[in-house]
């Protein structure tokens, strides 16, 4: 509990910040200029092109960011087991990550099945025209909802990265610690 983690916590919050960002700007500049090409055939190459560059990123962010989630959480199990809510927001925290890793996985499957897609004519990236395809118009609309999805849990994994934050000030560590025992003790409510 008193040992420092920079090092570990700056790399958490980094790879956090470009999944959430990358994610948030693939929405919004990658598939709005995808959707500007005047041809509308090439209008899925064009994104796919984009995010299949920024999968890679995205991929190593996501990897770290697990590695460094485990690390801090085993740096921090005294906190979490005898800290009041800690325990609470971090089972919140693994369930977001996990959800975010979830429509990360499925957003990927669903880009190589619309790279797969590429030269069929389409509106945008996730909006399809009259002759799209049926399977990439489907692909299209699941798409259209984990695009949002993404940057929303990982954004929401942002706000318990700073509750985290708030429960490791001075003034909340120690009442929390000492709140448990005096609970069982029936000396709090």
């Known amino acids: 509990m008193t040992q420092r983690n920079t090092v570990v916590r700056s790399l958490h919050d980094l790879t956090l910040a470009a999944w959430f960002g990358g994610t948030l700007a693939g929405v919004i500049g990658i598939n709005s200029a995808a959707a500007a090409v005047s041809d509308e ?10 995010w299949a560059r920024w999968s890679r990123v995205t991929s190593s962010a996501v ?19 005898l800290q009041k809510g ?16 979830g429509a990360t996985a499925w957003s990927a499957a ?14 945008g990236s996730t ?22 999805a993404v940057p929303a849990l990982t954004g929401a994994v942002i706000v318990l990265n700073a ?21 069982l003790l029936g000396v709090a409510r």
Do not use: C
Not at 41 to 50: F, I, P
Not at 163 to 183: D, I, M, T, W
């Open 163 to 183: 509750v985290h934050g708030e429960q490791q000030r001075p003034s909340q560590v120690l009442p929390g610690l000492l709140r448990k025992p005096a609970e």
């Open 63 to 81: 990897a770290v960011h697990l590695a460094t989630a485990a690390a801090l959480g085993y740096g921090n199990k005294g906190r979490m087991f």
């Open 127 to 148: 909006e399809p025209a009259p002759a799209t395809p049926p399977d990439v118009e489907k692909a299209q609309r699941q798409m259209r909802v984990l695009q949002w």
């Open 86 to 101: 800690v325990g609470a927001s971090s089972i919140a925290k693994t369930a977001l990550t996990g959800a975010a890793v």
């Open 41 to 50: 055939r090439e209008r899925l190459q064009v994104a796919n092109a984009g």
């Open 110 to 123: 669903l880009g190589r099945k619309l790279d797969q897609g590429s030269g069929a004519p389409v509106e």
